[in-house]
T-cell receptor, first 115, second 113 residues
């Protein structure tokens, strides 16, 4: 089945540690996105990528980094500079190119907590 | 700029009650509009969409009509079930501002038997 796979489901970070969240899609989508969701709040865009080897900062990029070396993969690293990383992280993808048929497909999320 | 405003929650209804969740938007050009649903501990799933004025999106008994004159996309369902308990997000996609999606803050719905 086609879809988006996020791993791990739960992740714990120690003080001063970098952690990487995985996101893989087999939908052949060009565009991929990372969102952060805090309890009772909406989604905030961290980074997005419209094409391989290119990505742009979203609204809350500070303390995060990404790479897009392959079309299928868009890993997110939460660095030690992110002082409040506890949140639910959602990866999404879309066809890309700005067509009228654009819609987001989401993974099942990663819950990151600080030890 | 682009933005989405949703009705504040939480909303609690009895089973078989009528549901309306209000959503209004601000956008340049002609955005596509969406409703997504999120069940606890999961990602968001597309519920329905509409791509132009007066279009009606529908799925699983839910409906929403793209009203350009009132810049609204209210979600409705005639008879809710316990299984409809979830958080609902209104969203728009704009080609005019870098092909971005914009989300409302979400409305939590609880349906009691």
């Amino acid at each position: 089945d086609g879809g988006i796979t996020q791993s791990p489901k739960y992740l714990f970070r120690k003080e001063g540690q970098n952690v990487t969240l995985s996101c893989e899609q087999n939908l052949n989508h060009d565009a991929m996105y990372w969102y952060r969701q805090d309890p009772g709040q909406g989604l905030r865009l961290i980074y997005y990528s419209q094409i391989v080897n290119d990505f742009q900062k979203g609204d809350i990029a500070e303390g995060y980094s990404v790479s897009r070396e392959k079309k299928e993969s868009f890993p997110l690293t939460v660095t030690s500079a992110q002082k409040n990383p506890t949140a639910f992280y959602l990866c999404a993808s879309s066809i890309g190119g700005g067509s009228f048929n654009e819609k987001l497909f989401f993974g099942s999320g990663t819950q990151l907590s600080v030890l | 700029g682009n933005s989405v405003t949703q009705m504040e929650g939480p909303v609690t209804l009895s089973e078989e009650a009528f549901l309306t969740i209000n959503c209004t938007y601000t956008a340049t050009g002609y955005p596509s509009l969406f409703w997504y649903v999120q069940y606890p501990g999961e990602g968001l799933q597309l519920l329905l969409k509409a791509t132009k004025a007066d279009d009606k999106g529908s799925n699983k008994g839910f409906e929403a009509t793209y009203r350009k004159e009132t810049t609204s996309f209210h979600l409705e369902k005639g008879s809710v079930q316990v299984s409809d308990s979830a958080v609902y997000f209104c969203a728009l996609f704009s080609q005019n501002t870098g092909n971005q999606f914009y989300f409302g803050t979400g409305t939590s719905l609880t349906v009691i038997p």
